[in-house]
C-alpha cells in the first residue's frame, strides 16, 4: 500500500435515510490500492447500508463517492460491478446446477463465433483459481461447494472482471479456523495484484492480524480512520461505543424472588454448550454476544422450538420436557420471537384475532370460539399497551412496528406468563415507543415476572438488564452484574477481544 | 478420459440403461419385441411426445411448467387441417399454426414474467382457455383423411433408410434445441434463472426477457408441432391432444429434467419419452393387461425424481480446505 498514490475509492458525507431512520449519516471511507482495509462498527451503526451503496443495492441520497478519479455511478448491482466493485457476502449466492466455470462467467460467457466456449471458460476459471492458491475444480458443479469455496468462487469472479474494490461483508462469520488461513491468504494475494479490499468482521483479533488500515462507524457515520499500527483494541472499542449509556432505558428496581427458571449445562451441538444461568422474579437477564453467537438458539432451545442435546431446564423447581413449544406455553413461558412479521403475528389478521390466539382455549365454548370475548381482550391489553389503533378489527399489518410490537407483547401477557422470553424487542421501533415498551417490560417485572431479553442493541442490554450473559461463538464467556457491565467490558468478551475468566 | 466422466456422471445415462433394460428384457421374453416392426412402432409413436418434450424442456429448466401445450397442439392440427382443405397452401397453412402457438406462448410468457403469475396457473388457465376456443372454432366438426395437406400425409407414411420421418424430424429439433441450450449464452441463462432466479437477477440477466422468450418458443414449437400430430394420425378432433401436455411433462421428469429447475437436457427428455412409449409397447408385449401402462408410468417418474434426489445428495461435498 502507498499513500502517496492517489485513492482508489473515496466516499465523502455520503447520506441515507429508510423513512425516518437515518443510516447513514456523514460516512467517510478512502480506500487505496493494494490495502486491506477493516470496517467496523455495532450492530446498526451503518455498515451494512455503506456496503451496500457501494454494491449498487442502495443509492445514497447525498454525499459523494469517487472511484478512480471519477464518480461512481450508482443504479445497479450489475454497473457497479461494471465499474470495478465486487461484493463478496458473508453467504454466497451461487447457481447450484452450473459448473463453477460457468457460475464464474454468468451472465458473460466467454464465447468464440456467437458460441459459447466452454473449453476457455474452464480454463480462464482454472487458472483463476491457481491465481487464488486455490484447488477446486472448475468444471464440477456448484451443488455441495461449502461456504467458503463458494467464497472463494465469488473471489474468481470478482478477479475475472479485473475488479479494483473487493468488499467482503463478515466473510469469515461462517468459516472453520483452517478455512479463515485460506481466506486470509486469498486476501493478501489480492492486496499484491494492488487490489483494494474491504474486509468487515466482528472479531478484532482477525482485523490486526489481517489488514493495515481500519475505518470505525458508530450511529451511520465514520468516527475515524487509522493506520492498524497506531490503534489497540481498547481504542477501537472506545470508538465503537462512544456513547453514555442513555437513560431511555429506565429499568425499575424490582424486588427478586424465588428462581423461576433454571438452565443447567445446556448444550446443542454445533450451536452453544456449557450454559448455565437462573433467572428470578423480578429479574431481567440480559443475553448479550454479536448476531450468530448463539443467544436466539438458546432461549429456542428453552422454549422448546428446538431440541437441545444436552442439559437440562427447570421451571419452579420442576424438569420441563425438551422441544415442546405447548408444554413451555402450558407451564408458564412466553416468547416474542426475533422477527415479528414471520413468526410473531399473522400479518393479515386482526388486533383482536392475534391477541386472543394464545388464549382461545380460555376463551372458546364447546370448540368455537367466541368473538366477542376476543374483542374484550384485545381491547383490555390495548389499553394497557398505550396501543394507537381505530379499531381492534383492524388488520395488524396496518400498523406501526412499534405498534405491532405491542401486539405481540400483549398477545403474551394475555396468557399471564411467569417467565417471558423476548427476541430482540425493540429492533426496527421507533425511539418514542422503543421506550414505551422498556416502561411496560419495566412495570411487568416489578410485578413478578421473570424475563430472558436477547438484544443486539447494547444500551439496551444495559440500560434493561439485572444481570447480562456475554455470549462468544456458542459459549458464555461472563455473567456481570448491572453495576460491573460496561459497554467496553460486554463487545471485549463478545469480540474476544480478552479472555474471560 | 474426462469426457468419459462427465459421461457416466450424465443424468441421462440412467435413463438410457433403463432403455436398454426394457427392451433386452422384454424382448427376452418375448421374441418376436426384436423386430424391426417394434422399433419402427416406437419410432413412430414418439415423434409427437418427443418434439413437446424438447419444446417443455425450455420452460422445465427455469423451474417454470407449460400446461398448455396438449390444447396448443390438438388446436393447430385442426386448424392446419382445416384451413388446408379451404385450399390455403402448406406454407401459409404452417405459419398460421406456428403464429397461434406463438400467440399462446407469448401470452403464457407475459402473464408469468412481467405480472409475476405462477406458471403453473397461468398455462393451467390458458390449456382451459385455448381448448374452448378450439371447441367454438371447430364447433363439432373432425378432421378426415381427405383434409389433411399431402406433404404431411407423405410424411406420417413414409420412411428414410427404415427410420420414420416423423422420428427424424423430432431428432433433427432435439439436435438444434440441444446445441442452441448448451451453447448459446441466452440458453445458457435459463438454467441460470431456475438454478437460482434472485442470483441471476444480481448478475445483470435479463430474467423477464428470457422467461418471456423462453415461453414464446415453447408455444410456438408445439404449434409447429399440430402438423406431425397430424401427420402421424391423419385426423384431428376436439379431442385432439387432451391430457397430453401430463405425457410430456412426465417424459422429461424421466428423462432427468427436473421441475426444481436449472438441470436436465432435451436429449434427456427425448430419451424419457421414447422409454415411455417403449413400455407401453413392452406390456403389450409381453401380454400385461393395458391398464397397467399408466401405473408404471408413475412408478417411473416416482423412480426418477428418487434417483435424482439420490444423485443430488450424493454430490461431493467440499470441506475444509476444497478437496476436489
Excluded at chain 1, 493478501?188 to 478484532?204: G, I
Excluded at chain 1, 444436552?310 to 420436557?321: H, R
Amino acid at each position: 500500500m502507498s499513500f502517496s498514490q492517489q485513492p482508489i475509492l473515496e466516499m465523502r458525507k455520503a447520506a441515507k435515510a429508510f423513512g425516518g431512520v437515518q443510516a447513514l449519516a456523514g460516512a467517510d471511507l478512502t480506500l487505496y490500492p493494494g490495502e486491506i482495509h477493516a470496517l467496523l462498527g455495532e450492530n446498526g451503526a451503518g455498515k451494512s447500508t455503506l456496503l451496500k451503496a457501494l454494491a449498487g443495492v442502495h443509492k445514497i441520497d447525498s454525499g459523494s463517492i469517487v472511484l478512480n478519479g471519477k464518480n461512481f455511478e450508482q443504479g445497479s448491482t450489475r454497473l457497479a460491478r461494471d465499474q470495478g466493485i465486487a461484493v463478496i457476502y458473508q453467504e454466497p449466492s451461487l447457481f447450484p446446477d452450473l459448473t463453477l466455470a460457468e457460475n464464474v462467467f454468468v451472465g458473460r460467457q466467454l464465447s468464440k463465433a456467437g458460441f459459447v466456449d466452454w473449453k476457455a471458460m474452464e480454463e480462464e476459471a482454472q487458472k483463476l483459481f491457481a491465481q487464488l492458491g486455490v484447488q477446486l475444480s472448475a468444471g464440477r458443479r456448484a451443488r455441495g461447494l461449502s461456504i467458503a469455496d463458494q467464497q472463494i468462487v465469488e473471489i474468481a469472479k470478482a478477479l475475472s472482471i479485473n475488479a479494483q474494490v473487493i468488499i467482503m461483508d463478515e466473510p469469515t462469520a461462517a468459516l472453520s479456523s483452517k478455512e479463515v488461513e485460506r481466506l486470509f491468504s486469498v486476501a493478501r494475494n489480492l492486496k499484491e495484484q494492488n487490489c483494494s479490499v474491504v474486509f468487515v468482521s466482528h472479531r478484532l483479533d482477525e482485523v490486526f492480524a489481517l489488514c493495515q488500515r481500519v475505518t470505525v462507524m458508530r450511529d451511520g457515520a465514520t468516527v475515524g480512520t487509522d493506520l492498524i499500527s497506531n490503534i489497540d483494541e481498547n481504542k477501537i472499542i472506545k470508538m465503537m461505543v462512544g456513547r453514555e449509556v442513555s437513560e431511555l432505558f429506565p429499568k425499575q428496581p424490582a424486588e427478586l424472588g424465588d428462581v423461576v427458571l433454571k438452565v443447567e449445562n445446556l448444550g446443542q451441538a454445533g450451536q452453544f454448550t456449557g450454559i448455565n444461568f437462573e433467572v428470578r422474579k423480578g429479574e431481567i437477564v440480559g443475553l448479550a454476544g454479536l448476531v450468530g453467537s448463539g443467544r436466539s438458539e438458546i432461549v429456542r432451545a428453552i422454549f422448546g422450538i428446538d431440541k437441545y442435546d444436552t442439559g437440562s431446564v427447570f421451571l419452579n423447581g420442576k424438569s420441563l420436557a425438551r422441544g415442546s413449544a405447548s408444554k413451555a406455553m402450558d407451564a408458564g413461558i412466553a416468547f416474542v420471537p426475533e422477527d415479528r412479521r414471520q413468526q410473531g403475528l399473522l400479518m393479515p389478521y386482526s388486533i383482536s384475532t392475534n391477541t386472543a390466539i394464545t388464549v382461545l382455549k380460555k376463551l372458546s365454548r364447546a370448540f368455537l370460539i367466541r368473538a366477542k370475548k376476543e374483542k374484550e381482550v384485545a381491547i383490555t391489553w390495548g389499553q394497557t399497551l398505550q396501543l394507537k389503533y381505530t379499531s381492534v378489527e383492524d388488520a395488524v399489518e396496518k400498523l406501526s412496528g412499534g405498534n405491532q410490537q405491542k401486539v405481540v407483547l400483549g398477545k403474551w401477557f394475555a396468557t399471564n406468563p411467569e417467565l417471558l422470553i423476548v427476541d430482540e424487542p425493540t429492533r426496527g421501533i421507533d425511539v418514542g415507543t422503543k421506550s414505551e415498551v422498556h416502561k411496560l417490560l419495566s412495570q411487568k417485572v416489578q410485578q413478578g415476572l421473570a424475563v430472558i431479553m436477547v438484544s443486539s442493541e447494547l444500551p439496551e442490554v444495559l440500560g434493561m438488564s439485572d444481570r447480562i450473559i456475554v455470549m462468544r461463538e456458542g459459549r458464555q464467556t461472563a455473567i456481570l452484574n448491572r453495576e460491573d457491565a460496561t459497554p467496553e467490558k460486554v463487545i471485549a468478551l463478545a469480540t474476544g477481544a480478552v479472555s474471560a475468566k | 478420459m474426462k469426457k468419459l466422466s462427465k459421461l457416466i456422471r450424465s443424468r441421462e445415462l440412467p435413463v438410457f440403461f433403463a432403455l436398454a433394460l426394457v427392451y433386452f428384457g422384454t424382448g427376452f421374453a418375448n421374441p418376436q419385441f426384436f423386430t424391426v416392426t417394434v422399433v419402427n412402432d416406437i419410432f413412430l409413436g414418439v415423434a409427437i411426445v418427443a418434439v413437446l418434450a424438447v419444446a417443455q424442456t425450455f420452460v422445465l429448466v427455469m423451474r417454470h411448467i407449460d400446461l398448455s401445450v396438449g390444447s396448443v397442439i390438438g388446436f393447430t392440427a385442426f386448424m392446419i387441417g382445416d384451413l388446408s382443405s379451404q385450399g390455403y397452401p402448406l406454407i401459409v397453412v404452417l405459419s398460421a399454426a406456428l403464429l397461434i402457438g406463438a400467440a399462446v406462448g407469448a401470452v403464457n410468457g407475459y402473464l408469468v414474467a412481467y405480472l409475476r403469475l405462477p406458471s403453473l396457473v397461468v398455462t393451467l388457465a390458458t390449456m382451459y382457455v385455448v381448448r374452448g376456443i378450439f371447441n367454438e372454432v371447430a364447433k363439432g366438426q373432425t378432421i378426415v383423411e381427405s383434409d389433411v395437406p399431402e406433404e404431411l400425409n407423405w410424411l406420417g407414411l413414409n420412411r428414410f433408410f427404415g427410420v420414420p420421418y416423423l422420428f427424424i424430424i423430432g431428432i433433427i429439433l432435439m439436435l438444434v434445441a440441444g446445441f442452441v441450450m448448451y451453447r448459446v449464452r441466452a440458453a445458457r441463462d435459463l438454467y441460470a434463472i431456475g438454478s437460482n432466479a434472485a442470483a441471476a437477477e444480481l448478475v445483470g440477466i435479463p430474467v423477464n426477457r428470457r422467461v418471456f422468450f423462453a415461453f414464446l418458443a415453447t408455444g410456438a414449437i408445439s404449434g409447429l408441432a399440430g402438423a406431425v400430430m397430424l401427420a402421424r394420425f391423419n385426423s384431428a378432433s376436439t379431442n385432439s391432444g387432451l391430457g397430453l401436455e401430463l405425457v410430456v411433462i412426465a417424459a422429461c421428469v424421466v428423462g432427468g429434467v427436473t421441475i426444481a429447475g436449472g438441470a436436465g437436457t432435451v436429449y434427456g427428455a427425448v430419451i424419457g419419452a421414447i422409454l415411455l412409449q417403449e413400455i407401453l409397447l413392452a406390456i403389450g408385449a409381453l401380454g400385461i393387461p393395458q391398464f397397467w401402462q399408466l401405473a408404471v408410468n408413475g412408478i417411473l417418474i416416482i423412480a426418477a425424481i428418487g434417483l435424482d434426489r439420490y444423485l443430488s445428495t450424493r454430490v461431493k461435498s467440499t470441506s475444509i480446505m476444497g478437496n476436489k
